[in-house]
Structure formats: C-alpha cells, structure tokens
C-alpha cells in the first residue's frame, strides 16, 4: 500500500521560503515518477512541479517557475519542494503524488497520479 506523508508546512511571510518534504513507502521510490499539487477551497487540485523517476526531468506550473525546485533522493525514498519568494497566492494546501505508471516522463495531470498524501497547508501573509 503507497503511504506519501508531507511535512514542512507552516505560515511564513511573502518572499519567505518554506521547504516540503514527501517521505514514500510501499513503492519502488527509484523507479516512479513524483509530483506536488496544491489545491484552496473550491477550486481544483493544480499541478505546480513534477519529477521523474531519475530526477532528469522536471516540469512546473508557469506561476512558480523560478521559484519553486522539485528534488527527488531515491536514497531515502524522498520528494521536496523548495518554495522561494513566496506570495499570497501560493496559499494552499499542498499534496505529494506518486505516479507509478509513469517513469520516463512527468505527469502533468491529477489522473496521472494513483497515490496521494493527506496534504499539508502552507499560508504565506502578505
């Protein structure tokens, strides 16, 4: 059973940083493709970066580009999201993802993504 457990939430000032971690387990790590979504109320879950299974490939929503930075250690089974400048609008919750169908390249959509993590709220004031 895939088990995605975030951290590294928390409430920081605009032009902050914050830096989310995903610890994974009950799938082979190295071998899937990983990503971070965020999602406020009454809205959609959004994708904002994804990674692939080496960590050659990255891809990230056009609102966080120079901003955000996905990782993936394949060692210790674990994805992060470096979040710098942070702004208002980055307020959400965020969810860590496992794409186990994917490998070479990064899903972009939520249907892509078969395990999810229960989420951890970042809050930027401004």
């Known amino acids: 059973q895939v088990q995605l457990v975030e951290s590294g939430g928390g409430l920081v000032q605009a032009g902050g940083s914050l830096r989310l971690s995903c610890a994974a387990s009950?799938?082979?790590?190295?071998?899937?493709?990983m990503g971070w979504f965020r999602q406020v109320p009454g809205k959609e879950r959004e994708f904002v970066a994804g990674?692939?299974?080496?960590?050659?490939?990255?891809k990230y929503a056009d609102s966080v580009k120079g901003r955000f930075t996905i990782s993936k250690d394949n060692g210790k089974n674990t994805v992060f999201l470096q979040m710098n400048s942070l702004k208002p609008e980055d307020t959400a919750v965020y969810y860590c993802a496992a794409a186990r169908r994917l490998t070479y390249r990064v899903g972009l959509t939520t249907g892509e993504y078969d395990g999810w993590g229960q989420g951890t709220q970042v809050t930027v004031s401004s």
């Open positions: 009950g799938l082979t790590f190295s071998s899937v493709a």
């Open positions: 990674i692939n299974w080496s960590g050659g490939i990255t």
